[in-house]
């Protein structure tokens, strides 16, 4: 048998991960505004009393994970919008399009103070990387004729990913009201690595 050294421990040293600010502005501020309009007016006493009031101990611990999950929901949005942006990057193809929904289960989940946060984290974070700086000086100045332009354009492509990531939760959630069905399971993305 040969002895094959364990390089797991600088394998992963050398591994480098996308900047992951704008999730902190969504654990924290959509957070805090998800659950905010959650507990207004009392709206999910109903349901939980029909059909969570055994698997949860209180309606405010029903509400935490209801609003755990729109939060996971949006996470995941934002990470399927730098996905498709960094395929873009990679196929040197346009910037995707911006994909509204027509209509949105709650359409202020996203309020334009948190909106305005989240964008900023992302032009800060993604201002400084290299990739990103390459991309527009060698595929991008003719679609933008600002770097700014350029960041602007991929901020608001984020936000809406976030945006559709909340609602696609919250799909899922209004589903299982209607049933009184378990809640679904809900999983972060794992940190998205950067392979250029």
Not at 34 to 62: D, H, M, P
Not at 108 to 129: F, G, M, T
Not at 152 to 179: C, H, K, P, Q
Request: glycine letters at 6%.
């Amino acid at each position: 048998m040969h002895y094959m050294p364990d390089t797991e421990d600088e394998d992963s040293a050398a591994e480098t991960f996308w900047p992951e600010g704008y999730k902190q502005v969504i654990r924290e501020e959509v957070r805090r505004t998800v659950a905010a309009q959650l507990s207004k007016k009392k709206r999910f006493r109903r349901v939980y009393r029909q059909g969570y009031s055994e698997r949860f101990s209180s309606y405010e611990e029903f509400l935490d994970k209801v609003a755990d999950m729109v939060v996971i929901g949006a996470e995941n949005g934002a990470d399927d919008a730098f996905d498709e942006i960094v395929d873009s990057l990679m196929e040197e193809e346009a910037l995707p399009e911006l994909r509204r929904y027509t209509g949105y289960f709650w359409p202020n989940a996203l309020p334009r103070d948190v909106r305005k946060d989240l964008h900023q984290v992302i032009i800060d974070e993604y201002s400084q990387d290299d990739v990103y700086c390459f991309a527009y000086n060698v595929g991008y100045k003719n679609d933008f004729s600002t770097f700014d332009g350029y960041l602007n354009r991929i901020a608001e492509l984020v936000e809406n990913g976030t945006l559709n990531g909340a609602n696609d939760a919250l799909e899922g959630i209004y589903r299982s009201f209607m049933e009184l069905n378990r809640l679904m399971p809900v999983r972060r993305y794992p940190r998205r690595l950067k392979m250029w």
